[in-house]
């Protein structure tokens, strides 16, 4: 996790949120930094091996939904991940 930002799984896609105690905030301000961090070396790996985070994000998820508020920002940007067999995701 990189806070105050996460990812969930909605509807079989990948969504970055913001947790918040003010979660109707204007959060325009955070595009640029997903935008950095999608871009990163660093994220280039979590992404590409993301599948295997799903579990634990959906109990993770689950887990917070009672304690912690949270805005759904948009979605995860995977256009520049490279998958098996050196692909990149279309």
């Not at 947790?19 to 979590?46: G, T």
């Amino acid at each position: 996790m990189i806070f105050p930002f996460d990812i969930f799984t909605i509807n079989g896609k990948y969504f970055w949120v913001v947790y918040s105690c003010n979660p109707n905030s204007d959060w325009k301000w955070s595009e640029s930094q997903l935008q950095m961090f999608e871009n990163s070396e660093e994220f280039k790996e979590i992404a590409a091996n993301i599948e295997s985070y799903h579990g634990h994000i959906d109990v993770d998820r689950s887990i917070k939904n009672d304690k912690i508020e949270y805005t759904i920002l948009r979605e995860v940007n995977l256009s520049n991940v490279v998958h098996d067999h050196g692909k990149e995701q279309t």
